[in-house]
């Protein structure tokens, strides 16, 4: 068995030049059909729909906006994309998330939405897609640019990731995600 891919450091080049090649696709791509399901694809990395919202959601947040490749690579890293278009029905899905979260992540209702239907292992699968988009982007996170709150929280998210209560975490995170948001822009 190989290593992972996450771990070759020419993946993040590969991605680099898939996303080029994917913008500059012409805007008609295939319309996704009714029973083709991501959610497959990404399980095979070990990224949930709830990792991948946390990712999405340090990323909405980062002090500095990481490039695609900082944070595609790694958190694709690990898919193996069988077929003919799964890599494009790929980077869709989790582009049109990303938007989204961009979008929505500077209301705290709609963030606390979000963080509702979690149970505890949900919010450690969050936590981690979280953790694990700061620890990768790290650059994008200087202390300098970060208050008291902004130090502390990201480690008690990395505390829940390891497991710890997620309770306190839960209770702030969707004001101080707004804030957060709000600060970036």
Do not use: Y
């Amino acid at each position: 068995m190989g290593r992972s891919l996450r771990r070759i450091p020419i993946m993040a080049g590969i991605v680099d030049q898939s996303l080029e090649a994917f913008e500059a696709r012409d805007s008609g791509a295939r319309p996704r059909e009714a029973g083709e399901a991501i959610g497959p694809l990404l399980a095979r990395a070990g990224i949930g729909e709830a990792h991948l919202q946390g990712c999405l959601t340090a990323l909405a947040i980062a002090p500095l906006a990481p490039s695609p490749g900082a944070w595609l690579g790694p958190l694709l890293g690990g898919i193996e994309f069988p077929g003919d278009g799964a890599l494009d029905r790929v980077l869709e899905f989790v582009l049109l998330n990303a938007d989204r979260v961009e979008d929505e992540a500077g209301d705290p209702e709609t963030v606390a939405r979000w963080l509702a239907p979690l149970d505890a292992d949900g919010l450690r699968d969050w936590a981690a897609g979280f953790d694990a988009l700061v620890a990768v982007t790290r650059r994008c996170w200087p202390a300098k640019s970060l208050n008291a709150d902004d130090k502390r929280v990201p480690r008690d998210i990395a505390l829940v990731a390891k497991g710890a209560d997620g309770g306190a975490p839960r209770a702030v995170l969707p004001a101080w995600v707004a804030r957060r948001h709000a600060s970036r822009r």
